[in-house]
């Protein structure tokens, strides 16, 4: 066994690591060492009980719908926050706290963030299995990742979200049950007022350009990135598509030995396969850390 002084560093660096905004890595440790985050699991019963006129089967999380999928559920980061204290997460969307986003944000596990692919998929989400669960289903959005292996599905909650789902009054009784049973279905995504915006990433230079894809209706995923040039000489656009790469979460990149010639068209495409075209949304004068936004918008 190891000494106690070897066991309280360890917590304390799984301490930092929550502080850090590490989505799930600390939901088993006993609350005490950690103030202030996800408390000690304890087991919920096996199997919810789903409310009348619903079903729990489905063959899938597609868009288009299916019944509720069973889902376990832990929280992580501020009680009333947003998951990470930086307000990001591994799909690299920023600021989530505000809106759209709203701190109604999730990690997800491999099956829901698909190496990233999942980015920006949006759920409704239930409990019914604890004396403090609503029932009502809330909304969230995929913007992070767990490793986890916590059930088939696991959702690491924000800690807004998670409470988002308890009757009105007992948010912290809800958040201090720890590992909790939940359902979950895919729904169309939707921002009301906002166009598909494209945030072109710090470090981003002629030769390596990062865009952040973010507000996308419908899939709310992103599966390819295509980017077409514009001619030197009046600026008009070549008519041929370059693929981007996916970097990370919902960034994609393209590295090219020549500098690239704006403006810059971007076509994308979501996961139903579904395209749109943002025609020179990115203009020749371009600046890193800099928000685009399109006159476009998935249906």
């Not at 489905?58 to 069973?70: H, I």
């Not at 000489?233 to 070549?238: L, R, S």
């Not at 395209?275 to 990115?282: H, N």
Request: glycine share 12%.
């Amino acid at each position: 066994m190891a000494p106690a002084s070897s066991y309280a560093v360890a917590v304390a660096l799984f301490c930092l690591l929550a502080a850090d905004g590490c989505c799930g890595c600390f939901w088993f440790l006993p609350a005490i060492f950690c103030p202030g985050y996800s408390p000690t699991p304890t087991p919920a019963p096996a199997t919810p009980t789903p409310s009348p006129g619903t079903g729990t089967g489905g063959s899938g999380t597609n868009v288009d719908g299916g019944g509720w999928l069973d889902a376990r559920a832990t929280w992580y980061g501020a009680p009333g926050g947003a998951g990470p204290d930086d307000n990001g997460g591994a799909c690299g969307f920023k600021n989530v706290n505000l809106p759209p986003f709203n701190a109604m944000t999730s990690c997800g596990n491999e099956p829901l963030f698909k190496d990233g692919k999942g980015c920006g998929s949006c759920y409704q989400i239930r409990c019914v299995a604890h004396a403090a669960c609503s029932g009502v289903p809330e909304t969230v959005i995929l913007t992070d990742m767990n490793y986890y292996p916590v059930a088939r599905y696991h959702f690491d909650l924000s800690g807004t979200a998670f409470g988002a789902m308890a009757k009105d009054g007992r948010n912290d009784e809800l958040r201090h049950a720890g590992i909790i049973d939940m359902q979950f279905k895919r729904v169309p995504c939707q921002y009301p007022g906002l166009s598909v915006t494209f945030h072109v990433e710090q470090g981003s230079n002629p030769n390596y350009l990062a865009v952040l894809v973010e507000y996308e209706n419908g899939d709310g995923d992103v599966a390819q990135v295509d980017l077409m040039e514009s001619r030197p000489d009046n600026g008009e656009p070549t008519g041929v598509w370059t693929p981007m790469r996916e970097s990370w979460g919902s960034i994609w990149r393209l590295d090219t030995h020549r500098p690239l010639q704006g403006p810059f068209s971007l076509r994308v495409t979501n996961e139903s396969g579904r395209s749109l075209v943002a025609e020179q949304v990115i203009p020749a004068d371009w600046q890193p850390d800099t928000v685009y936004s399109s006159l476009v918008q998935f249906d």
